[in-house]
């Protein structure tokens, strides 16, 4: 069990004739939650892109379970590597367990229909994400933080050892980010790896056991949370002034940005 | 309810429906058959092949060489007036089977079209079939020098169809994509180009604008057996093709890139959609002509009725576009005289669409 689940060597990607990545490199194992910080543009998403194959790699290789992603069919990598989009289109009227089903599409062949295993993971991932009691309600009618759910549920339902989230929390009130963080912390638990990208600093370092510091397609920082986020990296990675102390609540690390007119003292 | 028994559900219901719009259309018309007079017709041509016998076949006078043959039986024999066998047999039920098959494919396509593109306004003809078909058919009808290789009206219709199709999708794709708003806008542009065509065609047809105009508006008066056979080959298989891409057609809605990550080779999936979605068209618009708001409203209908699901909306909304031509079209050749089919499916079709628009509150796909 040496082989990580996810294993990013030296990825370089362009896009349109400019590079957005040079020269990343870090893993996931088992039961880890890699955050995945920097400020926008530093190409947190593009980098999951390239993680689930959809796009291309430069230089580099990427592999979940050592499968180089770039040689697997979509039907492959679908087994391999669950996305959680940061939105979706779920503006059509299938109900909230046929949407969650559908992340059993890379399980089922073309002539075949959903056999009792199939099933029994859309329950099992309907109960994890608390959403048993809106089975048949369309998704249409769901609020916002329902509506995450039900990506996240169907992500579980896909049954990947890899999970990736993109900004899962974006659009959240806090009360739902927790509750989407807590339930991607337990099923990470269970044993899969995750990646996610989190624009807040403070819920990255509280829910992540590892931190990877993006800036300008690179990686400027990597490791622990308390590594990671320090007054120097920050300044370098967001040009901004920041104090981090420890979170008396939560034990872990705390951001906080300055204005230009305050002092580190006065916090 | 499990997809699949709910796609079974419907379509024993849908067939039924069709069923009887069939038997009661083949009684309506200048001579008025009571339905039960029809059925028993219909039985009687019910023939079931009871075995295998050798029949000696000579070549010559030299070599007798026995060929198989299938023996065929009927199992039914009601004594029913000859006139209405043969005005059922003869003149209503390949018009019949015809819209049946017709409305079917364009029902089918029109589906697989709103979903593709997400987008309501889509019917099977977004990408040009039609009017390819059209300009093809009037070219047919009015350049005399465009009849090569002794291609006929259909035939010529056809390859029209696809050839506009074709055309539709090599300006969209780029590098082996073909973003979804580039086919729209491609198909839209070649829509009216050849729309400039026909109009063209039409100024200077002469004798000939009679015919044209019949085509474009959609008609099924002239089917004879031979259409209905060549379309009841082709278009099962091709529906059939759809209907196992079912399922990819629902996780297309979430959008490529989701697709894509659930398991879907979006690139080949989009090609092979528009290309069993633009055959499938083709065939029905080159033996019916160019027949409106089947492809675009039918599967609104039912949709609002059964759902979003493509593994149960395809067959639903294919079966009841195919009852919905039936009766169309007996409406169109009831009267006292006979007006193209398209007219009354635009005319039923919109008002009633509208109703179930407003009534539903569905405003979205």
Redesign the interface.
């Known amino acids: 069990m040496s082989e990580p689940v996810l294993a990013v060597d030296q990825l370089s990607v362009d896009l349109g004739g400019s590079g957005i990545l040079s020269d990343v490199s870090f893993t996931a194992d088992r039961g880890e939650l890699v955050g995945l910080v920097g400020p926008n543009g530093a190409g947190k998403t593009t980098l999951l ?1 390239a993680i ?3 796009v291309g790699a430069t230089q580099g290789r990427v592999a979940v379970e050592g499968n180089e992603v770039s040689a697997l ?3 492959q ?3 391999l ?3 959680v ?1 940061q939105e ?8 909230v367990e ?1 949407a969650v089903a ?2 059993r ?2 399980h ?1 062949g ?2 075949g ?2 056999d009792e295993e199939d099933r029994q993971q859309v329950q099992e991932a309907l109960a994890d994400a608390s959403l048993s009691a809106f089975a048949d309600r369309p998704v249409t009618e769901l609020s916002g933080g329902e509506r995450q759910r039900v990506l996240l549920a169907r992500a579980f339902a ?1 049954d990947t050892p890899l999970l990736l989230l993109d900004e899962p929390t974006a659009n959240l009130d806090i009360n739902h980010a927790i509750n989407t963080l807590d339930l991607v912390r337990s099923v990470v638990d269970e044993g899969r790896a995750a990646v996610a990208a989190i624009h807040d600093l403070n819920l990255a370092a509280r829910y992540c056991d590892r931190l990877v510091l993006l800036t300008e397609g690179s990686v400027l920082e990597a490791g622990v949370p308390d590594s990671v986020l320090t007054t120097e990296t920050l300044e370098a990675a967001f040009d901004a002034r920041a104090v981090v102390s420890t979170d008396p609540t939560t034990d872990s690390p705390r951001v906080t940005a300055l204005s230009d007119h305050e002092s580190a003292d006065e916090i | 309810m ?3 028994q709910r796609a079974v559900g419907w379509s024993i219901w849908l067939a039924a429906v069709l069923g009887v719009s069939i038997t009661v259309s083949a009684g309506i018309g200048p001579v008025s058959i009571h339905p039960l007079a029809v059925v028993k017709v219909l039985l009687n041509a019910v023939s079931v092949p009871t075995g295998i016998e050798l029949t000696g076949s000579s070549i010559g006078n030299a070599l007798q060489l026995p060929a198989p043959a299938i023996r065929w039986q009927s199992p039914f024999a009601y004594s029913v007036d000859t006139t209405y066998k043969t005005i059922v047999m003869r003149v209503r039920l390949p018009r019949i089977l015809l819209a049946a098959v017709v409305g079917f494919a364009l029902a089918a396509a029109g589906t697989v079209m709103q979903g593709f593109f ?1 987008n309501p306004m889509a019917d099977p003809s977004i990408i040009g079939v039609s009017s390819g078909a059209a300009a093809g058919a009037v070219a047919f009808l009015v350049v005399p020098v465009a009849v090569p290789f002794g291609l006929g009206l259909q035939g010529a219709a056809f390859i029209g169809a696809l050839l506009a199709a074709f055309g539709v999708y090599a300006i969209a794709t780029e590098g082996g994509r073909t973003p979804i708003a580039t086919l729209l806008l491609a198909g839209v542009a070649i829509q009216a180009f050849l729309g400039a065509v026909i109009a063209f065609l039409q100024l200077h047809s002469g004798d000939g604008l009679r015919q044209v105009v019949h085509w474009l508006m959609g008609h099924l008066g002239n089917a004879g057996w031979d259409d209905v056979t060549v379309t009841l080959l082709t278009v099962p298989v091709l529906f059939g093709i759809l209907l ?2 079912a ?2 057609l ?2 297309l ?3 490529e ?2 697709a ?7 690139e080949r999936t989009k090609r092979l959609l528009l290309a069993v979605s633009a055959v499938l068209t083709a065939a029905a618009v080159a033996v019916s002509g160019v027949i409106g708001f089947v492809g675009l409203i039918v599967p609104h209908m039912v949709r609002l009725v059964v ?3 493509h593994r149960v909306l395809l067959p639903a909304a294919a079966l009841a576009g195919a009852s919905f031509l039936v009766l169309t079209d007996t409406i169109a050749r009831a009267g006292a005289t006979e007006i193209p089919v398209g007219i009354v499916t635009a005319a039923l079709g919109a008002p009633f669409f509208l109703y179930l628009l407003r009534s539903r509150e569905v405003h ?2």
């Open positions: 892109r689930r194959g959809s069919s979509a039907r990598t679908g087994r590597v669950a996305t989009p979706t289109r779920l503006s059509f009227s299938f109900s046929e559908m992340g599409n890379p089922i073309r002539f229909t959903a896909q | 499990d997809a699949r997400r196992a891409y399922r990819d629902n996780v809605l979430l959008g890139e989701a894509h990550g659930l398991g879907v080779e979006v759902g979003p699901d979205e796909l």
